[in-house]
């Protein structure tokens, strides 16, 4: 079975760079399933990193574009959206019919939800409170949901100093269980890949869920039951199908 | 008072043309308040309309580059989004402070609100359906929301015979009114511009909320008033807080 | 366009007196807009304040034969209710047909929540916070109501001193932002005409919204635009349509 | 044990008379506790009957004068609102402070609730069904509720041909369960005092609350248990609290 | 009238022997109407406490065989189920149909929704306080929930030092008025026979729902106006309706 | 990775013989990932089949002392509970802190919210529609259950016709989809053995979610990832705590 976890810019002409990029596809190779090959994959245009709304919905065309072609050279059994917040996965759902694509956002809660109530997200910083707030109401979970609270560090500096980010994390969380959380997620993906749940579990005493974690289970699950999203909900874009090809579909001089 | 009316793609170099761009100024100037001029304006790049999820975030970058133009330029007091999808509303109420931003979508659903309970939208097509349910999700209107019907009509086509797409919205309105919606709104603009409002109401015995209104009046009293959205609930992103610039922060080859 | 601003109860003969029905006249034709004409309208009979869900039952029979009045007679475009607890707001809906009456209590958090999520209310004393909690619901926005806070002054003392009053309602806020609040609303009118908006959004940081603004910008929107309510949802009470008078609804010795 | 069934207006002086009256307070003692005394009081002014929303508000001032004479006078362990609507009950609890006051609309919903999911209730006429609802959604029950139906007959004329009553009652109910309810309620008294229950509950298989049953039980069981209502929920209006009467709290020339 | 309630485990032959069993039925018949007698019945098998849902579910079996047979044999004109956690009150209710089986955590949630809002319960200890939400959530009034406070002490020990349990109920109460209960629940039946309603109130202000009284309350009322539970929602299992005894539902060696 | 699935009852000495639990060990080790071994492990008292909540709770006791038992022999690394309706999963959850038990209810429907919304759950008989709205309302995710249909055969019957199973299947998920479901819940383990799900696709258009295999899914990543369940939310319950044996829980002639 083949995964595609695809990283929502170029993330290797950044400043972490092509390493980080490896490194991540290590882990995830390490955290798959036996029968399970993971590859990453980058996003041309994109937003360095994703610290508001706006960067999300930024990132969706450069999204949509990958995974369309994932889908259309069958390349991939599943795909991964490589931010915690979902970026425009309504819209890759109308864009896609026979992949399997996972939103890690959604996928945390949803586990969550299965470990303890009410659950809490410990995420980098306020820009990003809302949205994720809003991918809980998509998930139809906002019940559930003790709070969200930052860490308060920009997305590319929160490997720099592990255990600074680690300190921080700890002490979101802790907030959050003092307001009920009974079980946390790790609500960024460059907290996921740093692997902060064990440290913070011994430390609050309740289950932390990785996204990275559940987007694989659910990846895994969706494409080995062929579990496909429904496209009464999702509907295919009536342009696209009339024919028309994705990248039309933005009009204008640079288009 | 100045009001912008923000198209969200290049409409005058589409099928409806510079004729259809200068018709709705017309109506808009029309139905404004009398120290209030409006002014269309058109986002260079943008979809030649919007029928999905996806074609709404693709309009996001445009829309917030005229309005953060206009708001630095100071060239309007207010301005509307001319979708009424909202597309991307909290990110431009983000990458914005001092200019009122108006979404028609959740301007009418708010005014339905107030005229009757529950209420119903009719739109174009099944596309959109999802997106308008989220707008109301959004604007923590659900609940009162009786259902979506739609024409099922292209959104470029739905001028060609507004006698039909009057019957047409005429009984999706029938079918809401028996569902139990006490007053419906009309779910987008195209459909406002052909003002269905006054034929409908005589019809089907409700209000009918048009957007266009609803969302001047909503344009006018922000205005006036200066009623600003709030910085806390709508950050400006960190990356711009920082001193970069909106069109730097799509990084990548043709950024 | 005339606008008629009607207060629930006789002030002009309590302790404010003239001068105070004078004064709100003034600041609601200074803050309309200038081709709309406010009149002040008192009721002859209703409580001298309203500072419990009893004394706003109390206010509806004179609130509804001034409405009635001046929508038989044609003398207003659309009324206002004086009261931030829109006293009686269904069936004073039900009572009218044509004329469009505005509750200044929903009319302000529809507003709210087009500014920032979730909002707090600022309002004068315990004994109205069920009420507004109610007309919250009333309005299908209770699930954005971060809380409800009190300044504890009596409302005919409120303008006695404006400094001390606006210490208290800076106080109020403030922990109303502390409960998670973005944006904030001014609850009750006699705080509204003291126009403790700007001196509040200095000090908390967030905006505030005044419910004689909100009233009027809702006002003229449904003036302008012909947006009666829904005569489905709010039928005329069946011995009205059939034909008796308002005032002989009430049986009894005195009535 | 003694409890007043208070009537919302002057029945006795209308078309259905002191009879009526009569022979309600004998089916009220029938069918109390053998140890439960009930007596019937009519409010001197009052609405002649409620079919509207405007019509409920109209009776508060009645009901509290009548309820607040019971509790000083200390004539009764318990009063009963004589309307399923219960007009102003928020209000009512106000005024009072040890005299439990049961609203038979939220003692029969509460019932029902112990009974079966969801219910429905029916009632008279178009102009309570908004009303009733609001009544659900102040018990914090409207997510139970299947329904409301309607018999379509005035209140005053449904003990003119009970036949009809019943079979247009049993037509709703049956509605009623179409649409998921498993428990009926009886919403209007009137009907109540037809005993409408046993032959709906033959006809259509699910079990019917009598609102009468239902504040009977409640009345009963807060006198004996001396459950009184929170003062802090529903404070003494600060101007009664500070020591005016209750009549002294409407202003103008007739109060 | 005959009541009957059921004590979901040998109590007799525990630490609290006979004594206690005798103590509480002297209790309830004091507390009962002067029609009514109240029998203690206690289930042959079961647990010794409830402080667990493990607990509860442990229950249920015992309890189905005391209800029937009171039902089958006519014993009793209403039951009580002795704890207040309503152990599997669903499946009670599946297994009777004519005898009001009466769950005291839902009844006293009712009560108290109809004395102020919202409501908190005190219970025993952490281990039943999911369970008492899913009460309140199943009686569908979580929505008027401020939370559970517990006294943190062993069921069985409560009565040992009556004072040390009122003042750690005290406590626990306190902090949910705090969270903004303006009524208290008692959440164990222990606690109930304790009667440690007066001094909760003198010390807190707010009205305590006592569940026996709450529940004798709703059983007598059911009992005495026949109002049974819905057959629809709580339909006859399969394999009674097809004539299974109830003891042979349960497959296995020692069935 | 080992799973075991627990049959809540002695399936292997009643009417489907141990030749079923062959055949369903047989299919689960064809479903399951490569490196995961699926043992069938059956209660050997409970119920015979469950077809009301009655019978759930009946084999919570059973399942306890398998689950209990596997988690301390460490002779599984995840479980499943082989009931659709999850019965007492909260209790399971109280009684093991280091074995991941896996309600498939619940998984299925947080998978179904990862496909469309909103579900559908097509069930065997209306004896478990309401114990299956209650596994809804206790995952959270009630808001976006359009219904649950019904097949009305007995559970034990259901393999013994699978084409006349298969098309009452297909007619109650056209039911659900009329009513507005975009995805499908199998809704009985014993349909899910039955792979009803590709036929029901290819006719109705959505997708359909096997419970077998979201709980799979569900399994294999808690086991894999060692997502273990809060035991803050579910804590031990205190005798066991405190050193009781499970066995010991109940009290009474027989225990």
Same mark, same amino acid.
Not at 32 to 42: C, G, K, N, T, Y
Not at 164 to 181: C, I, K, N, Q, Y
Not at 193 to 204: M, Q, R, W
Not at 210 to 221: I, Q
């Given at each position: 079975m083949k995964i595609s976890y695809v990283i929502p810019g170029p993330m290797s002409q950044g400043p972490l760079g092509p390493r980080e990029v490896a490194r991540r596809q290590d882990i995830l190779r390490g955290w798959?399933?036996? %029968?399970? @090959?993971?590859?990453?994959? @980058?996003c041309p245009q994109g937003p360095a990193s994703i610290e508001s709304a706006y960067e999300e919905y /930024? !990132?969706?065309?450069?999204? $949509?574009?990958?995974?369309?072609?994932?889908? &259309? #050279? #069958?390349?991939?059994?599943?795909?991964?959206?490589?931010?915690? +917040? %979902?970026p425009g996965l309504d819209a890759?759902? @109308?864009?896609? =019919?026979?992949?399997p694509v996972v939103g890690p956002g959604e996928a945390s809660m949803h586990f969550a939800c299965m470990l303890g109530r009410p659950f809490g997200i410990i995420t980098v910083a306020d820009g990003?409170?809302?949205?994720? &707030?809003?991918?809980?109401?998509?998930?139809? /979970?906002?019940?559930?949901?003790a709070g969200v609270a930052v860490v308060d560090t920009p997305v590319l500096a929160l490997g720099e100093n592990p255990g @600074?980010?680690?300190?921080?994390? =700890? !002490?979101? +969380?802790?907030?959050?269980?003092?307001?009920?959380?009974t079980v946390l997620v790790l609500g960024c993906m460059s907290m996921a890949?740093?692997?902060?749940?064990?440290?913070? &579990?011994?430390?609050?005493g309740v289950?932390?869920?990785?996204?990275?974690? $559940?987007?694989?289970?659910?990846? &895994?699950?969706r494409a080995r039951f062929r579990m496909r999203h429904s496209k009464t909900a999702y509907p295919v874009p009536r342009k696209l199908a009339a024919g028309s090809r994705l990248s039309s579909l933005l009009a204008g001089p640079t288009a």
């Open positions: 798959a399933a036996p %029968d399970v @090959e993971v590859s990453v994959r @980058e /930024l !990132s969706v065309a450069g999204l $949509a574009a990958v995974l369309t072609e994932l889908e &259309e #050279q #069958q390349q991939a059994d599943a795909a991964i959206v490589g931010c915690f +917040g %979902d890759l759902y @109308e864009v896609t =019919s026979s992949l990003v409170v809302g949205p994720i &707030e809003r991918v809980a109401a998509h998930a139809g /979970l906002d019940g559930r949901l @600074e980010t680690a300190a921080r994390a =700890s !002490s979101a +969380g802790g907030d959050l269980v003092r307001r009920g959380a890949f740093l692997d902060l749940g064990p440290v913070l &579990e011994a430390k609050l289950p932390v869920v990785n996204p990275v974690h $559940a987007a694989l289970a659910v990846a &895994e699950g």
